[in-house]
């Protein structure tokens, strides 16, 4: 029987048929077939009770800022900051689109957005430059995925509110692992550049950059308001993204000037559109996550394993990430966020974790899926933006994803470099 619902859920998936059918399509076969219930109620409370928490009412908000400062000049002027100060090192144009990526990743919180944000500006410079288009696409698709672990994530809200984990010190605890993967990134372009024999640019003068950098620091207000906000007590992660649409507004449309008015109809209907789908998703996600749970079928695949690796912190962490990893190149990240979350927690608490480092190696996973075949989000985000072909798009990925892998490995045996931060503002 369980080898008929995974059937009827992966032809629902090559019928293209968006993510939350399938997921309750099995939750509804489980229900009738395996646990024999028919109380199709008991499904609709557990959706309901999945979009309940207050928490959740961050994500539009940030979202909406998202898009607010997609349609502006902040993305332009973070870049303008960036070329400056490394333009004129060995690969400054991929690190300048790195960091970009990384600082934008800082007002947006969403990949998808950064890829769109970024890609515009960034692609047509890298090719004019000598970069290859699969080494350009793949640099900034994946340079995109450090916006998931810069607060303000996303990622980070849904895994806080699933494990009840404090989405305040995930947000604070995922910036020294985005720098890491920043540098990491940096290293490789700088070697690439090398062995391509790119040259390059001129060296900007220091009033350029004091230039760049007064354009600038609005833009970069932004998560200084957010987390700074949230650490100096002055108001909750919700209350937050609360702060950030208004900052985004006051900045877009009243200072910069670069949004009117009358376009603020068509970013809410866009930020209600994805809204919509996200908490479709969570809602679905959730009520699969109970029929399974309740159906035992999690503790029958993963209970052998998890005890068979005992309470060692390390290989829960490795099996941890390689549940997550494979998952989400399946599946979007919020569903795999949402349904392992809680099949893992008490691995989590037998082997001593700390939630908030587990947080850190779920979300890192959720961003190397959005970028990686053969269903990475960013992929298709991507493919839309550049208008290439999905081959041509993935061409340049495997590099980039090594080095995310790699990243991962880091982070799983030096645990210090996520809970460093946290463990100060504590």
């Not at 290859?132 to 793949?138: K, P, R, V």
């Not at 810069?150 to 989405?167: D, L, R, T």
């Not at 376009?263 to 998703?281: H, Y």
Request: with cysteine.
């Amino acid at each position: 029987m369980l080898s008929i619902i995974i059937g009827t859920m992966i032809v629902l998936l090559l019928l293209g048929f968006p993510m939350m059918v399938p997921l309750l399509i099995a939750s509804l076969m489980l229900l009738f077939l395996v646990l024999d219930m028919g109380n199709v109620g008991l499904l609709m409370g557990q959706m309901i009770s999945g979009v309940q928490s207050w928490a959740l009412a961050a994500v539009p908000l940030f979202i909406f800022a998202a898009d607010l400062m997609t349609r502006g000049h902040t993305a332009n002027r973070l870049l303008d900051l960036v070329q400056t100060f490394v333009g004129h090192l060995r690969g400054g144009l991929p690190i300048t689109t790195a960091a970009g990526c990384t600082l934008f990743g800082a007002v947006s919180g969403s990949t998808q957005a950064t890829v769109v944000a970024m890609g515009g500006p960034m692609r047509p410079k890298l090719l004019q430059k000598g970069y290859s288009d699969a080494f350009s696409i793949a640099l900034i698709i994946n340079a995109s995925d450090i916006a998931l672990l810069i607060p303000p994530s996303i990622g980070m809200i849904i895994y806080g509110v699933v494990s009840g984990a404090s989405i305040g010190d995930l947000f604070i605890a995922g910036i020294l692992p985005g720098f890491l993967i920043l540098v990491m990134f940096s290293a490789y372009c700088w070697i690439g550049s090398i062995r391509m024999g790119i040259e390059p640019e001129e060296r900007a003068s220091w009033l350029m950059r004091w230039e760049a950098l007064k354009k600038a620091l609005l833009p970069l207000g932004f998560p200084v308001v957010v987390v700074g906000g949230i650490y100096g007590g002055l108001f909750s992660p919700t209350e937050a993204a609360a702060i950030a649409v208004l900052y985004a507004l006051v900045l877009e449309v009243l200072v910069l000037r670069s949004v009117k008015v009358s376009e603020l109809w068509d970013i809410a209907l866009s930020t209600g559109l994805i809204t919509g789908v996200v908490f479709i998703l969570v809602a679905a996600g959730n009520a699969f996550t109970y029929t399974i749970s309740f159906a035992g079928i999690p503790q029958a695949i993963l209970g052998p394993v998890i005890e068979s690796i005992g309470d060692s912190p390390t290989l829960v962490l490795g099996l941890i990430a390689i549940s997550f990893f494979i998952g989400c190149m399946f599946v979007d990240p919020i569903v795999v966020i949402l349904i392992l979350t809680p099949l893992f927690k008490p691995a989590v608490e037998i082997a001593g974790l700390d939630p908030i480092h587990v947080g850190v190696i779920v979300t890192l996973q959720a961003a190397i899926g959005s970028a990686t075949p053969p269903f990475g989000c960013d992929i298709f985000t991507a493919m839309a933006v550049f208008r290439r072909p999905y081959f041509d798009v993935i061409k340049g990925t495997p590099p980039f994803i090594l080095i995310l892998l790699l990243a991962t490995v880091v982070l799983i045996m030096f645990p210090s470099i996520s809970l460093w931060l946290p463990s100060l503002a504590n």
